[in-house]
């Protein structure tokens, strides 16, 4: 079972995604399957899942031109503000969220949407609210206020 405390510090973010990729290309090979969404419209899926690809690298580079840590169980080591960290605290896990729902629209199987569900659920309670945690406590009020005026999300 996983509680708020736990520290999951053998599955990082990129792994469970593609384990997650592999559960909905699993799900749409092997299960009878009632499709959610129309043939012609699931082509949109190459298109997410490029934009959410892109956005989690585009953050990926950033921290590292601002010399962070990117692993999730790591100290982080400086706070990053400016970028797509303006509009978003998680613009890598918004990038993975927005692929997996894109796998899961080339798929159209309802399982592959309700294991897209589930991605962000996971990456919301439990690695945001982890560093949530960690970030606060390493930058105090600075973290507070950027947390304040600029969402988890978008």
């Known amino acids: 079972m996983i509680t708020s405390n736990a520290s999951p510090r053998n599955l990082l973010p990129p792994v469970l995604f593609l384990l997650v990729a592999a559960a909905m290309g699993l799900a749409h090979a092997l299960l009878p399957r009632p499709s959610v969404l129309p043939e012609p419209y699931r082509p949109i899926g190459l298109l997410l899942l490029a934009i959410g690809v892109a956005v989690a690298l585009a953050a990926r580079l950033q921290f590292a ?21 303006r509009w978003s605290r998680n613009p890598m896990y918004l990038g993975m969220g927005l692929a997996a729902v894109g ?3 080339l798929s159209g199987a309802a399982a592959a949407f309700l294991l897209a569900g ?14 949530e945690r960690r970030l606060r406590a390493r930058f105090g009020a600075a973290y507070e206020t950027y947390a304040r005026s600029t969402r988890r999300w978008v």
């Open 103 to 105: 796998v899961a629209t």
């Open 118 to 131: 589930a991605f962000v659920a996971i990456v919301d309670r439990w690695y945001i609210a982890f560093e």
């Open 65 to 85: 031109r601002a010399a962070t840590e990117i692993n999730t169980f790591a100290e982080p080591t400086r706070l990053v503000t400016d970028g797509l960290f």
